[in-house]
Structure formats: C-alpha cells, structure tokens
DNA sequence: ATGAAAGCGCTAACAG
DNA sequence: CTGTTAGCGCTTTCAT
C-alpha cells in the first residue's frame, strides 16, 4: 500500500502546544510538528524559499525545490492551516449549514455541494442547526473567518440577518429567498401545474394541500404554486395543517384528509406523503383507490430505493444540482476582483414524478357517486376520527 | 427582536482581505472588521488590556473592563478565531467524520457528539467521507491543527494510520477498536445471545446472518458474536454475503436466503434487513410466517417512526450515548496536563428490541414439515431464483 | 493593573 | 533566484 519513497498518509511527527516550546529541550508531549524553519534550516535555505518551492508552483530552480521538497517530506513537514490563513485571510473551506441532517432532502444538496467544493479545491465542513434559529447563528459565529464562505440551506434567519450577514462575508442561500443575497431556490411551479393536471385528467375534481412548518419559505412556495395551478384548472383545493414535516405528521394528515372527504391529498414533503400513506393503510384504505397521495422532494430517490408501496408520486429537487449551484455562485462572489456582475439568483426547476401513489377515484369510476360499501366505510373510518 | 443596546445577531462590520489593508483608505469591497487594536485604541487602552479583559475572567480593573466591553460593542468586535488559534493552538472546535451522512445509524452518533461538544464549550464541524478511505484522509489531512481533536466513526483508515495520527493529534475513535487509540464501541455480545435465543425458543432450528461489507469491523463483532451464540444455544448458522449494507442490498440477501431455505435471517444492519422485508413481501411471502427477520441499528427509533410492517425486530446501538462518550473521552485526553490515567475505551452495550418481524417459523408449527401448499409456493419462488 | 514587546507559522513585498 | 523584513490578529510573558 505505501510504496518505499512514498509519503505516507500521515506524518510520523507529533505536535505540541505551540507556546510550550521555544526552549531548545523537545517539550513534553511528543515532539513537534516541524515549521517551514526546520524545513529551511535543514535544507540550508530561507523559509521563505520553502515557502514559494511548496506553494508558488513555476518559481525557483528545479534543483533546490528538489531538495527542499524531499527535506520536507522527510520532516514530514506539513504548512499549519491556520497560519497560513491568517495572512492571506482564505482557508480554503466552506461552511455548509443545514437545519436537519436527518432529513433526507438535505442528503443530496449535502453531497452536491461537498463534490463541487471538492473539485474546487476547497473542503466543506457541515453544521447541523436541529432547525433552531439560536444555533445556526451559533455555527456562523463560530465558523465566520474561519472559512472563506457559507452555503446556508433553509435557512431559519431573519432576512434582516441573512443581509447584514452577507456584507461581511461570502454567503449563498439554497431554499429561500432573500433580496440582496445570493441564491439558489427550487422553481416548484411548472412542476405542481403537471401534478394539478394530473390529478385533474385522474378525475379528481379538488386537491388538499397538507402543509408543513408555518415558517417555512418552501411551504409558503409550495402552496401557492398549487392554489394558482388548482384556480386555472378548475378544481378544488384547500390547505390543511400545518403538520409536522415528518412520517409522524401524516397520522393527524391522513386523518384530517379523510375527515374531510378528500380523493387526493398533496403533502408538504415525502415524509409526510409516507406517513399518510402508512395511516391509510393502517386504517383498511386504499391507495390510490381511496385516495390519491403526492409528496414532494423524491427522497425515494436519495435513499437508493422506493421504500413505500405503491411508490410515490413526487414533485422531485434537483437536490444535487442545487448544492452545486450554491458553491458555484459562492465562489464567483467570492471571486478577486471585479465579480461585480457575478449572478445573485439560480432557479432550478423540479420535476413531475409520477408512480402508483396516485390514480383514478374510486368514487368517479362508478359514476361519480360512491359503492354502497366503500360509502360504509368510508362513514366509519371518517366518524371514527371526528 | 432586537432590544435597544442588545448585540445584533451579526455586527455591522464587514471585512477585506487582510493583505490590502495597511493603506489608511478603506480597501474596495467594505468596511475592514474591526481588530484588537481598533477597540484599543478607541477605549484608551493597550491591545493586551483589551485580551485580558475579554478572556481572562477575573483580571484587571471592573472599570476599564466595563469601557472595553462598550467600546467593543459598539465597533462590532469580535475575535478573529484563526488570530485566537494560532498563539493558543486551541480552536475550540472538534471534528466529526462519518462515512456516510445518509445513513441514519450516524445520526444519533453526530447528535450525541455535537450536543455534548457544545455542552463543553465546542463547535463540532462534521465531514462526511461518503465511504472512502481516501477522502477520509483527505479531510483529517485538511483539517488537522485546525481542530483541536477528531472524533473518527466508523473509520475505514487502517490500523497503523490511526495509531500514527493519534501520536500528534487527539483523536477517538467509534465503533472501531485500534489498541492504543483512544474508542467508544458498542458491545454487541449480550443482545446478540438475547437474540438467538429468542430465536432458538420460537423454534428456529438454524440462522443465517446476512454479512455487511468485508471490511467493516462491525461486520466482523456481529458475526461473532452470532456464531458463538449459536454454537452455545446448538442452533445452525450459517453467513451470506456480503451485501450491500442499504435497502437495495436486501433483494439479493432475501433472494439468497429463500434458495437456502432460511427461517430466520439476521442482517447486518436495518436498512438490509428492511430490504428483505420488502423483497419477501414482493415474493408475496409473509414476516415473520415465512421467514423471521432480525437488523441492527434500530434506525426507526431515530427516524421517528416504525416505518416496516411488520415492525423490526433489531439490535439496538446506544448511540447518542456513544457519541457523548467519545467527545468526553477526547476531552479528556486533550486535557492539559497529567491526563496520562486517562481511560481509552468504553464500551456500550446494545440492546435486544423484539418487535412483529420475529415468530414461529411455519413450518415448525405443522410438525416440523412444509404443508404441501407452502412447499409448493417456497418451490415456485426458489427455483425462480437460482 | 496595565503597557510594551515578542512571537505563533506562514506569506508577500522588496532587495540583492 | 533567493534572502531579509514585515506583518496577519491575537495572547502572553515581563516590566513598570
């Protein structure tokens, strides 16, 4: 695995606190991580020369660099991030926060930006704010300088923040929406007007909305795309909840839809579209027969399989694309000089999956009234839950 | 929100490149932030006044604290942190690195670990490795001296690395068990016995464990842990695989199992475990009257839900417990000085959770044979599988 | 109690 | 092409 002459992943050298040393006796602890001095005084050189031959790639003659490099291999010399940040003010890391590494959504955005910070050179390192506002301001204030940029993900900040913010340093936001501040959102409509005609064309002739969080940018998107798409195609639509976004929320959801007669329900987000899915099922309904289920975000996808039967049909993000976008429009802000034209906005449109989560009313195939049976059970599922 | 004279969440103040201040015009691209010396100068004061005053608690007069502290608000100060690190070799930040993000066995491990590093008065930044040996690396190597100590989960880095890299940098490892190196494991032994003899006591005559990757360490304690026990209750064992440790991997692991005639199956871990499940379903089998299925992980707990059905029976991992537990373990070997008593291993025990997809096999209740229905049925699909 | 000075490890002018 | 010199922003002796 390691060739002879090969570096080794790791250097042989330990370190100490750096202000415990200075005397000529090794400090206790371990010994030293060796600086760009050891590296010069042992290569007979200026540390300075170190410097260039190990980060300015054309210059010095071939010969020294030679040399010096193989003394720093050997020291198993390796530049101190920090210090070499301080001067030039870039650490080459991006900050990525997200408000819940549990959800599935994030995973893709996750992914997308981390590769494409990779590819450019730089490492991202994740916060997890557990969708508190406190914390995500705490993960800023700590990481602020400590990278060259954030990427924050449904960000749970005040726009008035989130502006101040980006004045002092690099920012882009995926998944919401501030003038002034560099973002990346998710274009829902083209997608939610398919899912309308869809359920439309299916026979349904209204939809319920199953909302999520209160405070959320998407679910406040979410709705109003599907209202505007339901107004123009002449069905039904109405707004239930909010309820919580996860596969606990869809008991009350499922509930709540039944109570009110519904044939198709559109929930905030997967999760939630499961947790419904569960509930039905659970109560002896049929799906689509009973009633037609849509989520949003594919997260199906994310997890490598369709772990619901039937499978989903889903409005799906192009998460990926999205964390990608972000660092790009990152960087290109962060960029030297004149980026004063660099682009503040991405949108990226999401698409219509459809599978066997949503179908024809069983209701509109015999006529568009009800089998005396399925009526009777329906009545009690329904008085059960009122 | 904001109450007059209460700190904004972010200062007003931006920031420049570091490099082209110097000149007394205020560099192109916003206010610099102010410094250390901004604020002493403004109060009156040296810059090793205002140090103090702003870390050393009980020093220097109440008075010129008091004038330090207003003037630093009023300018927006706060600390660079690289500036703080560099002298101090003390960022008050620990890093986590997983293998994969999206595998939720890590979420209880990176909530248990952020919480108590907050608790202690660290920032935890999380790196995901997405399962490579070589990012994994790529990340320590990028982030090492700019945290104060690693917390490794799952590590796929090989022994003699990990054992080099904790010579110059704390570090703890999770679930992974490298003499020298300071680890959190979970013990598995106990409710793996608890296991089979449940098993063993519905009637099963003989297990077949559905094998996770080759290299995992886990897979290997599991395996164990299993045969021992099997050996000892004189129940037949027998391992499959290895399969890929997500639900797609189930398929392959519950097609492999019916060929061999398996009653019980226990699988690595719950995403493989669910993927038999929903393979034996799609086969139109039954859980647990075709075949038990037991996982590890109990990943529905910390998605929120039992999300199967049957409900998963599974070995259950402590792991927000471990997660704390390395974070104080990595503490204490940071500690300063003769830390040299310091504990290097803790081990958690798992827990034994039987649910629904666990009971007496068939074929045990009809006298030990295959009713000619189900032999039938078995037939069809095995040999539709070979 | 406070100030002055020396550095942390590295990079970036500026000379030679 | 290479060495010397100044810092980056902060902490920390060591004097005063």
């Known amino acids: 695995m390691n060739d002879p002459g090969t570096e080794r992943l790791f250097s042989k050298n330990g370190r100490v606190r750096a202000s415990t040393r200075r005397a000529s006796l090794p400090a206790g602890g371990g010994p030293a991580s060796p600086t760009i001095h050891d590296v010069a005084r042992e290569a007979g050189v200026a540390a300075s020369t170190v410097s260039r031959a190990l980060s300015v790639p054309g210059r010095g003659s071939a010969e020294t660099r030679q040399r010096i490099l193989s003394v720093a291999q050997r020291l198993g010399y390796r530049p101190n991030p920090l210090a070499r940040a301080l001067p030039s003010g870039r ?35 994740l916060a997890d704010s557990e969708e508190s506002t406190e914390l995500e301001a705490l993960h800023i204030e700590h990481l602020d300088r400590a990278v060259d940029g954030f990427v924050l993900v449904s960000s749970r900040l005040p726009d008035q923040d989130l502006r101040q913010l980006t004045k002092s340093i690099a920012l882009t936001l995926v998944n919401r929406v501030v003038p002034g501040v560099p973002h990346v959102f998710i274009d829902n409509r083209d997608a939610v007007r398919q899912a309308v005609e869809h359920l439309a064309s299916l026979g349904h002739l209204s939809i319920i909305y199953l909302a ?25 639509i109405r707004r239930l909840g909010p309820f919580s976004p996860e596969i606990g929320g869809g008991t009350a959801a499922a509930d709540a839809s039944i109570a009110l007669g519904a044939t198709a329900v559109v929930a905030f987000n997967d999760l939630l579209a499961i947790g419904v899915l569960h509930r039905l099922l659970e109560l002896g309904l049929t799906v689509p027969g009973d009633m037609s289920v849509v989520g949003f975000d594919d997260i199906g996808k994310i997890t490598g399989t369709e772990f619901t039967s039937p499978p989903l049909t889903t ?19 962060m960029g ?51």
Chains 1, 2 share one sequence.
Do not use: Y
């Open 336 to 386: 030297e000089d004149g980026a004063e034209q660099a682009v503040k906005e991405v949108g990226l449109p999401s698409e219509l999956h459809i599978r066997g989560s949503t179908g024809t009313p069983r209701a509109a195939r015999v006529t568009g009234g009800v089998s005396p049976r399925r009526a009777a059970k329906l009545h009690r599922v329904r008085s059960r839950q009122s």
């Open 315 to 333: 409005v799906a993000a192009p998460v990926e694309e999205a964390g990608r976008a972000a660092v790009n429009l990152l960087l290109s802000h």
């Open 212 to 236: 999520g969080p209160r405070a959320s940018w998407s679910d406040r998107q979410r709705w109003l795309a599907l209202r505007r798409s339901a107004e123009k195609c002449g069905i039904g």
């Open 91 to 125: 650490t080459a890391t991006i900050a990525l926060i997200v408000p819940d590494i549990t959800n599935p959504f994030f995973f893709g955005v996750i992914r997308g930006a981390e590769r494409q910070g990779r590819r450019r050179g730089f490492a991202t390192v």
